[in-house]
């Protein structure tokens, strides 16, 4: 037997990654796809799916990637506001931009 199917075979089967499998990881992309599918103001969807996501990371549920935390950094940047302030429609557009970028990675996480 060569040293590498050896070495397959005492591995054992692979492992998923911590959090990132399973039906709970299943469930918690499902909430957030469907929050980011909902109609309403972009704003307020993002933050929706913002609480989300935390939630998932708070339990394990989805692992946080550097590009994962990242983006969801620059989404509540993109939603900030004090009280009051309407924001505009960039907000809005950076919002859904950032959260399809989001949806794409959850697949990787």
């Known amino acids: 037997m060569d040293p590498q199917t050896r ?3 005492d591995a054992g089967p692979p492992v998923p ?3 990132t499998q399973g039906d709970s990881a299943a469930t918690a992309k499902a909430e957030f796809r469907a929050l980011i599918a909902e109609k309403g103001h972009a704003v ?3 933050r929706r799916a913002v609480e989300r996501l935390e939630r998932a990371f708070d339990d394990g549920d989805i692992e946080r990637t550097p590009f994962i935390d990242q983006a969801v950094r620059d989404l509540q940047q993109a ?5 009051g302030q309407k924001l505009g429609g960039k907000s809005a557009e950076a919002s859904r931009f950032i959260l399809k970028a989001i949806d ?3 697949d990787g996480a």
């Open 7 to 9: 070495a397959a075979r």
């Open 44 to 46: 307020d969807v993002a």
């Open 79 to 83: 939603v900030e506001h004090d009280d």
């Open 104 to 106: 794409r990675m959850l």
């Open 17 to 19: 990654e911590a959090g």
